[in-house]
């Protein structure tokens, strides 16, 4: 599976953003699909994900700005970004997950920078 990101840039507080995330390869196993962001030295944290059913999750700091979703028939999933502030600066990353073998197989984009500046 290859996830590759776009979308992401440079918007000033209170903006929105965009950001896409198209499967290709083995997209049939597919089940959740996700975004991660990570600032410098950090950690990779989750943002939000969804199921191939449509079942949604966010992180607590996003709730209310942000929403996924998901087009099945293109393998693609979607961040809306909107309220954006000054701390969503960070590099978002796309997850997919392929329940195969016992813990299943997880597969990560490059990232797509997301800056919020005045």
């Known amino acids: 599976v290859q996830l590759v990101e776009s979308g992401g840039g440079l918007v000033q507080p209170g903006g929105s953003l965009r950001l896409s995330c198209a499967a290709t390869?083995?997209?049939?196993?597919?089940?959740?699909m996700g975004w991660y962001r990570q600032a410098p030295g950090k950690g990779r944290d989750v943002v939000a994900t969804i199921s191939k059913s449509g079942n949604t999750n966010y992180a607590d700091s996003v709730k209310g700005r942000f929403t996924i979703s998901r087009d099945n028939a293109k393998n693609t999933v979607y961040l809306q970004m909107n309220s954006l502030k000054l701390e969503d600066t960070d590099v978002y990353y796309c997850?997919?997950?392929?329940?195969?073998?016992?813990?299943?197989?997880?597969?990560w984009g490059k990232g797509t920078e997301v800056t919020v500046s005045a």
């Open positions: 997850y997919a997950h392929v329940p195969t073998g016992p813990y299943g197989m997880p597969y």
């Open positions: 390869g083995s997209v049939f196993g597919i089940n959740v």
